[in-house]
Nanobody, 116 residues
Framework: QVRLVESGGDLVQPGGSLRLSCAAS????????MSWYRQAPGKERELVAT????????NYADSVKGRFTISRDNAKNTMYLQMNSLKLEDTAVYYC?????????WGQGTQVTVSS
C-alpha cells in the first residue's frame, strides 16, 4: 500500500523556521521525483519545490527561493522541506507528492500556520 505521510507542521511566528518531513512507503521511493505543494485557504494548490530522484536537481517557486530548501534521503525513504524566514503568506496546508511516469501519489497534508 502506497503511503506518503507528512509531518512537522506547526504554528510559528513570522521569521521562524520549520522542517517538514514526508515519509514514503509502498513504492520505490528512489525512482520518483518528489515535490512539495501547498494550498492556502481560498487559493489553488501551488508547487513549492521539486527534487529529482537522485537529488541532483531542485527547483523552487519564486516566492520561496532563498528561504526554503528541499532535500531527500533515499536510504530513509524520506523527503524534507526546511523552511526559514517564514512569512504570513506561507500559511497553508503542505502536501507531499511523488511522481514517476503515470504514477502520481499524494499525502494528506500538514498544516503550517505563520502568525504573530
Amino acid at each position: 500500500q502506497v503511503r506518503l505521510v507528512e509531518s512537522g507542521g506547526d504554528l510559528v511566528q513570522p521569521g521562524g523556521s520549520l522542517r517538514l518531513s514526508c515519509a514514503a512507503s509502498g513504492f520505490t521511493f528512489s525512482r520518483y521525483t518528489m515535490s512539495w505543494y501547498r494550498q492556502a485557504p481560498g487559493k489553488e494548490r501551488e508547487l513549492v519545490a521539486t527534487i529529482t530522484s537522485a537529488g541532483g536537481s531542485t527547483n523552487y517557486a519564486d516566492s520561496v527561493k532563498g528561504r526554503f530548501t528541499i532535500s531527500r534521503d533515499n536510504a530513509k525513504n524520506t523527503m524534507y522541506l526546511q523552511m526559514n524566514s517564514l512569512k504570513l503568506e506561507d500559511t497553508a496546508v503542505y502536501y507531499c507528492n511523488a511522481k514517476w511516469f503515470h504514477f502520481d501519489y499524494w499525502g494528506q497534508g500538514t498544516q503550517v500556520t505563520v502568525s504573530s
